[in-house]
């Protein structure tokens, strides 16, 4: 079965530090990836997707990047951390880029910027 | 371009009592259709899903849903609530014209009153 890991779980940064979350699967191929950010009382905002190794779409301009650097491995990175960045961050995946059948998430990082 | 629109931000019930949690949406193309749900500080669950074959969806929990296209409405229905329902809902459209990519309502955060 797949099944989604996604690391740390929570994460207190200061203002103007770097940032590094991963996520990874395992037990399928060639996922497509993503991550998102659900700041507080708000809905889900799509950051980054991914449809393979090195393929990274950027669904909102802002001070984060993403990275995949292997097939089942999706990286969250920041240079410098804004207090605006705070939010809880989940990763997902999902089968291919046909018929939609859902995403599997993963447990999320709240993150914190002080 | 897709959209989803939850119609209450907050549902409070009695234990025991129906649950309705309203969802209307817009697509230009044949949808599909989730409800995920989230407990305090913890991933996505797909509750259900709508993609293109009975209208009337049974998911997990106890929860169901029914496709009205006539209506572009998704209703999300319990018959009677239980404490651990309490949690926020999310209803999710996803048709070809964002690449079947997912986009989420403002959510419907459930209060289950003993």
């Known amino acids: 079965s797949q099944t989604i890991h996604q690391w740390p779980a929570t994460l207190v940064q200061p203002v103007g530090s770097p940032l590094s979350l991963e996520c990874t699967v395992e037990g399928t191929s060639n996922p497509n990836l993503y991550w998102y950010r659900q700041a507080a009382g708000r809905g889900l905002q799509l950051l980054f997707y991914s449809v393979g190794i090195g393929q990274i779409s950027s669904e909102v301009p802002q001070n984060l990047s993403a990275s995949r650097p292997q097939d089942r491995q999706f990286i969250l990175s920041s240079k410098k951390l804004l207090l605006s960045d705070s939010g809880f961050y989940l990763c997902a995946w999902s089968r291919n880029r046909g018929r939609n059948y859902g995403y599997t998430f993963g447990s999320g990082t709240r993150l914190t910027v002080v | ?114």
């Not at chain 2, 969802?23 to 305090?40: A, G, K």
């Not at chain 2, 296209?69 to 239980?82: D, G, N, Y």
């Open chain 2, 1 to 114: 371009a897709q959209s989803v629109t939850q119609l209450d931000s907050h549902v409070s019930v009695s234990e025991g009592t129906p649950v309705l949690l309203r969802c209307n949406y817009s697509s230009s193309y044949s949808p599909s259709l989730f409800w995920y749900v989230q407990h305090p500080n913890k991933g996505l669950q797909l509750l259900l899903k709508y993609t293109s074959a009975a209208t009337l969806v049974k998911g997990i929990n106890g929860f169901e849903a029914e496709f009205k296209k006539s209506e572009t409405s998704f209703h999300l229905t319990k018959p009677s609530a239980h404490m651990s329902d309490a949690a926020e809902y999310f209803c999710v459209v996803s048709d070809r014209a964002n690449d079947y990519k997912l986009s989420f309502g403002a959510g419907t955060t459930v209060t289950v009153r003993a």
